[in-house]
């Protein structure tokens, strides 16, 4: 199992995985892990898929509804040789998935000197968040 289906984003504060300062930290805490928050991860992530036309199943992609756990948007692939070629799509976990997202939306990505001191690890996780906001911010913007 690739290392980006078991990472699962929380917030640091009150530890729900749907409070809105889960996906970025200049949102308040909720201390809530109510569905269709605004900002969620969820709702970042499907702003993001819409920027960059990613086709995701939505009945697949809500957090699971008792455990409250959230893996991603799970894909649609078409012309796939067997279901197990499908999986899940979250560029905030995993960085092939945010580099291709980058790409496609040609987001510039420049890491910077205020990264002096941080763990790669949260350099590559600040850098992924990053990406996402901005294909979230295009895909806010689009009908
Ligand atoms: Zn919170």
């Not at 900002?39 to 819409?50: M, N, P, T």
Request: hydrophobic share 40%.
């Amino acid at each position: 199992m690739p290392l980006s289906m078991t990472k699962m984003i929380l917030c640091p504060v009150c530890g729900n995985k749907r409070c809105p300062h889960a996906s970025d930290h200049d949102l308040p805490c909720t201390g809530s892990n109510e569905p269709g928050q605004a900002g969620s991860v969820y709702q970042i992530l499907e702003l993001a898929a819409k920027a960059a036309a990613i086709e995701y199943d939505p009945s697949r992609s809500k957090p699971h509804p008792v455990s409250g756990a959230f893996w991603g948007l799970w894909l649609v692939i078409h012309g796939e040789p067997n279901e197990h070629t499908r999986r899940y799509w979250n560029p905030l976990a995993d960085a092939g998935d945010a580099l291709r997202l980058a790409v496609k939306l040609r987001i510039p990505v420049q890491t910077d000197i205020c990264f002096k001191d941080v763990s790669l690890e949260k350099q590559y996780a600040a850098t992924r968040r990053a990406i996402v906001l901005a294909a979230a911010e295009i895909g806010k913007a689009m009908p």
